[in-house]
């Protein structure tokens, strides 16, 4: 698999010396979004920095790891030996990153689904970054990534300002986050350090995409549909729309997919009572382009989790949202 993006960030001032780059943002609880999304931030750090160290922060270190050499094919040339996989900051290692006494990093890489969420309990709605990275801000050294939250609280205004200033580059997923960071940059700001790319994972759906296009490889299995249920929405409101839904498709197979594999997997013996037929399907043990194959050839699919919609309206099939949220809904939007 090769991964192509644009080469648009020239003022990195690329150098011959060693990068030291933290990664952080992934946390490593076994979510397949979560690793699309890493694959891709990857490639992208291969295109736009010249020698580099990575050092991706994780809740689960020994899981990442794992993944990682499992799927070293999908990532650049030597990159594997170039990637360290740190455990989860105690309070301790906290407390000397508030105060500049961390490890000295040469840049810092933020992204998230909505690096800023007001949903979030302070400080890790946003507020937790000027914290733990006020030195690197001070000195343009932050890259932040993604999604940009709501202004609905006081202080959010702010937090928004501080770090879209303070950011070397800004690379957004979608219209509404880029609204939003115009606010706060003036034209040559605006300019030199941000840009709005679409979703992240685009490069690598695009080109899985024409791969299938061009193989005109065929499903090996009979039709079926995608279900998944996370924690964030209501089971039994979640189990009438699922019986809504697989009315419409009676000749299909419906499959779960569960996209947090330990939170959603809670749900599949629950749902299997209520549907006898339904089978799972375990990305733990797949690689990236064989679950992409089973979005590819599905008939539809109903979720709840963002980059399940996305890769699904991506690819053109039919879906339906269990809970509808802004994150969602600026997201899909951006795909049309």
């Known amino acids: 698999m090769v991964i192509c993006y644009d080469r648009t960030w020239l003022f990195l001032d690329k150098k011959c010396f060693v990068m030291n780059l933290l990664v952080k943002g992934y946390y490593g609880y076994k979510n397949f979004g ?15 920095f010249g020698s580099y160290q990575i050092f991706i922060s994780a809740g689960d270190e020994k899981w990442l790891e794992k993944r990682i050499v499992n799927h070293k094919r999908y990532y650049p040339a030597g990159m594997l030996e170039k ?87 800004i ?7 880029e609204g939003l960071a115009e606010k706060y940059l003036n034209e040559e700001k605006k300019e030199k350090k941000l840009q709005t790319v679409g979703d992240l994972s685009l490069p690598i759906l695009e080109n899985f995409k024409n791969q299938m296009i061009v193989s005109y490889e065929k499903s090996q299995r009979d039709p079926y549909v995608l279900i ?5 929405v209501d089971f039994d ?21 569960a996209a947090h594999a330990v939170d959603d997997m809670k749900y599949f013996s629950r749902l299997q009572e209520l549907f006898p ?45 269990l809970k509808m949220t802004h994150k969602i809904q600026v997201n899909l939007l951006d795909i049309d």
């Open 237 to 257: 409101a979640s189990v009438r729309k699922i019986k809504l839904f697989l009315s419409r498709f009676p000749q299909c197979q419906p499959v779960f997919f």
């Open 228 to 232: 998944n249920v996370s924690p964030e």
């Open 83 to 169: 990637i360290t996989v740190l455990p989860k900051s105690d309070k301790i290692q906290l407390a000397k990153e508030a105060l500049g006494m961390g490890e000295d990093w040469d840049f810092v890489v933020l992204w998230g689904g909505q690096v800023v969420d007001e949903d979030r309990k302070f400080p890790h709605d946003g507020w937790n970054i000027p914290m733990l990275y006020r030195k690197y801000l001070n000195e343009w050294k932050v890259a932040l990534i993604w999604g940009i939250g709501t202004e609905n609280k006081d202080g959010t205004a702010l937090l928004h300002k501080i770090l879209l200033d303070r950011s070397k580059i």
């Open 277 to 321: 037929s339904l089978e799972l399907f375990d990305w733990t043990q797949a690689g990236v382009e064989k679950t992409l194959n089973l979005f590819y050839f599905a008939e539809a699919g109903i979720w709840q989790r963002l980059h399940f919609l996305y890769i699904l309206k991506f690819l053109g099939k039919e879906y339906e949202v």
């Open 34 to 48: 979560d690793e699309l999304i890493l694959l891709a931030l990857l490639w992208w750090i291969d295109e736009n």
């Open 171 to 177: 690379l957004l997923r979608d219209k509404f986050s």
